[in-house]
């Protein structure tokens, strides 16, 4: 027989008891060419793009999930950052530029600006479009929509400016559209001027979506080296370095890994990171698989998977619960980070052997609030944000899903932000912060997302001003070893 | 097309026959097949060979299943690119 009946059975069980499954199909897609100086013009020309390429992507990744047996959770779609088409309307173009230079330049701090002096007319068309992606989302039946976003890293230009104050309305209307915006990169430094605008807008988000436990801010991710293939949301953008058109894949499996170290509780660590390997290698494959089939099937470029490990709010498939497994009575406890990172290397060897073009943020994610093991250890104040801050300079990603105090203030936002921004850019990784200060909420307190989103207890932040240091103007310079060349 | 199937339950008479007669009815050809007891349940891994014009693999998959149901067993079938993706370098 061509596969031993122990190979099929672990297989079977990886899907049916471990959750094995692919977490995402992501179609990324070119908007450049949808640049109008009309704003209706520029609707319509999205519009028709992102449905003619995308209308059968559900149908194709039901048809997968039929075919191979394996569950395809998310079908989405991400987009060239749409800061980039704006900038074409007349209404940007007319924007005076000196305004947008006090942002960029402190020379020009004589103007004074404190917020950039933008019309209701110029917000409103960013809603607009942003009401047009959530439409056409709904309308294929993609989950998530990911791309509304701006790269500031070095300065702003008009129509970043622009798409960056007009968050707080499009993510409180909107309910698919995701935003990404990237404040730093190890080659041009930190733009510290965005990073005290996000602490404002995160800030007013919060504020606009009171209702909902300031659910908006889920959708907005702030990075430190953005990665231009990422499938995953809400920091999934299509990147101007990419094709027309491609599949990439998220694959996840916390459970299988989780099952494996399970299995080998009183093994050395090579025979430990031997096993993580082989197992993230089966899951890669699978994967590879799913996307090679999707891109197939719709006459597009297979681009990428992504190996991250992605939690859920089922408690076998928890990141957390993996690094308990692995010997720490409660993640978050020392220890951890040592844990983190051999799991998370582990998990890139398997899948870099399984797949010449493995990308996206591959790693491991630690969102608070979609794990459940994560939150309780949260709840027992052995896991806190100091905490989760050092865990990212070993894995992929950042302060992910943190519910913080409602009243924490913008400044120290910016200064969280700044903090996790510096461990990308000086070690050469992607880091985000997607933090959520739930108004009304105050430490110890409960907040229920529901669905994928999970729930989570507030957690605590240290009460220390970093005001002066975030009103500061202009860009932290690059680091030394940004001149590689 | 060629697919994998399995079968896992308590042992009983007829399990063979009843997979067996499901498939044989929508014509796919076992081209493989072999038993075995982990711990005490019976395994049975069958590969299949089909025209996946005449049958497709969700119709099968829920036939097997109903069938599987019949007799106290659970019968599942996949496509064999997930076992060679998963298993083989």
Do not use: W
Not at chain 1, 83 to 96: D, W
Request: a negative charge.
């Amino acid at each position: 027989m061509s596969f031993t009946p122990e190979e099929i059975l672990e297989t079977k069980k990886m899907i049916e008891e471990q959750g094995l499954d692919v977490r995402t199909i992501t179609m990324g897609i070119n908007l450049l060419d949808c640049a109008d100086p009309v704003l209706e013009h520029m609707q319509e020309k999205i519009e028709h793009k992102i449905y003619s390429l995308s209308k059968n992507l559900s149908d194709v990744a039901t048809s997968i999930e039929e075919d191979y047996g394996i569950p395809i959770i998310n079908r989405r779609i991400t987009v060239t950052p749409i800061s980039m088409l704006l900038g074409s309307l007349k209404i940007i173009q007319n924007l005076p530029l000196k305004d947008i230079q006090a942002f960029n330049d402190p020379l020009f701090h004589k103007y004074k600006v404190a917020k950039p002096q933008i019309s209701i007319e110029a917000i409103n068309a960013y809603v607009k479009i942003a009401e047009t992606l959530d439409s056409i989302a709904e309308k294929v039946n993609v989950d998530f929509l990911g791309g509304f976003s701006a790269l500031v890293h070095k300065g702003f230009t008009r129509s970043e400016l622009c798409l960056i104050q007009s968050l707080p309305e499009v993510l409180s209307n909107t309910e698919r559209v995701c935003s990404s915006v990237n404040v730093a990169t190890t080659r041009s430094g930190m733009n510290m001027n965005a990073v005290k605008m996000m602490g404002e807008i995160i800030h007013q988000i919060a504020m606009n979506t009171r209702e909902k436990n300031s659910i908006g801010c889920a959708k907005l991710v702030i990075f430190a080296n953005a990665v231009e293939d990422n499938p995953f949301m809400a920091g999934g953008f299509h990147g101007i370095g990419e094709s027309e058109c491609c599949i990439n894949v998220g694959v996840s499996g916390p459970g299988v890994i989780r099952n494996i170290v399970k299995h080998h509780r009183n093994a050395d660590f090579e025979t430990l990171a031997e096993s993580i390997k082989k197992t993230a290698f089966k899951v890669t494959r699978m994967g590879q698989l799913v996307a090679q089939k999707a891109a197939k099937r719709l006459s597009v470029p297979f681009g990428i998977v992504d190996v991250s490990l992605a939690p859920t709010t089922r408690p076998f498939d928890s990141v957390a619960g993996i690094l308990e497994d692995m010997g720490l009575e409660t993640a978050g406890g020392p220890g951890t980070t040592a844990a983190l990172a051999m799991l998370t290397d582990a998990v890139k060897k398997g899948g870099l052997m399984a797949s010449s073009y493995v990308g996206g943020l591959s790693g491991a994610f630690i969102p608070v609030s979609e794990d459940k093991l994560m939150n309780d250890a949260a709840r027992k104040h052995i896991l806190t944000i100091e905490k989760l801050e050092s865990m990212t300079s070993v894995c992929s990603v950042g302060l992910d899903m943190i519910c913080i105090p409602g009243s924490t203030s913008p400044t120290t936002i910016s200064g969280i932000i700044a903090d996790e921004a510096s461990i990308g850019m000086i070690n050469n990784k992607t880091t985000a912060v997607r933090l959520i200060p739930v108004i009304g909420k105050d430490v110890g307190d409960e907040v229920e997302f529901g669905g994928l989103l999970g729930n989570a207890v507030v957690m605590p932040v240290k009460r220390s001003s970093c005001e002066m240091f975030i009103n500061r103007q202009g860009r932290i310079p690059a680091p030394v070893h940004s001149q590689r060349n | 097309m060629k697919a994998i199937v399995s079968v896992v339950g308590m042992d009983k008479p007829g399990i063979v026959a009843t997979v067996s007669t499901v498939l044989a009815d929508n014509q796919v050809n076992i081209t493989d097949i072999s038993q075995s007891y982990a711990q005490e349940f019976f395994t049975m891994i069958m590969v299949v060979e089909f025209d996946k014009n005449k049958v497709s693999l969700k119709e099968l998959s829920e036939k097997l299943k109903e069938a599987g149901e019949e007799i106290g067993v659970f019968v599942s079938i996949q496509h064999e690119d997930v076992f060679r993706a998963m298993h083989r370098i």
